[in-house]
Nanobody
Framework: QVQLVESGGGLVQAGGSLRLSCAAS????????MGWYRQAPGKQRELVAS???????NYVDSVKGRFTISRDNAKNTLYLQMNSLKPEDTAVYYC??????????????WGQGTQVTVSS
């Protein structure tokens, strides 16, 4: 069984910063791509940023220059440093991982989500 547990969300004023973390645990053989998604009320879930096992990153245009995704492969942990936050960044942020489990092979897992609220 694999779990992704997020932490670090909260309420912050516009211009402030937050750091999200996502720890993967369980019967994991290796993790390929990890990413952060977000879903605001009434909107579809969107990919915010992703990072491969080799460190290649990808960002949605709206967060480029403000957010930084990183991962610690030794700890199976994903991070999202969010700076210069804007009210439009308000959403539930979800961790996602494409990984290979010891028993079931390749699969995609999601965390439970963490709320980020940016006040104006």
């Amino acid at each position: 069984q694999v779990q992704l547990v997020e932490s670090g969300g909260g309420l912050v004023q516009a211009g402030g910063s937050l750091r999200l973390s996502c720890a993967a645990s369980g019967s994991i053989s290796s993790i390929n791509v990890m990413g952060w998604y977000r879903q605001a009320p009434g909107k579809q879930r969107e990919l915010v940023a992703s990072v491969t096992s080799g460190g290649r990153t990808n960002y949605v245009d709206s967060v480029k220059g403000r957010f930084t995704i990183s991962r610690d492969n030794a700890k199976n942990t994903l991070y999202l440093q969010m700076n210069s936050l804007k009210p439009e960044d308000t959403a539930v942020y979800y961790c996602n991982a494409l990984l290979i489990t010891i028993t079931f092979g390749s699969a995609t897992y999601w965390g439970q989500g963490t709320q980020v609220t940016v006040s104006s």
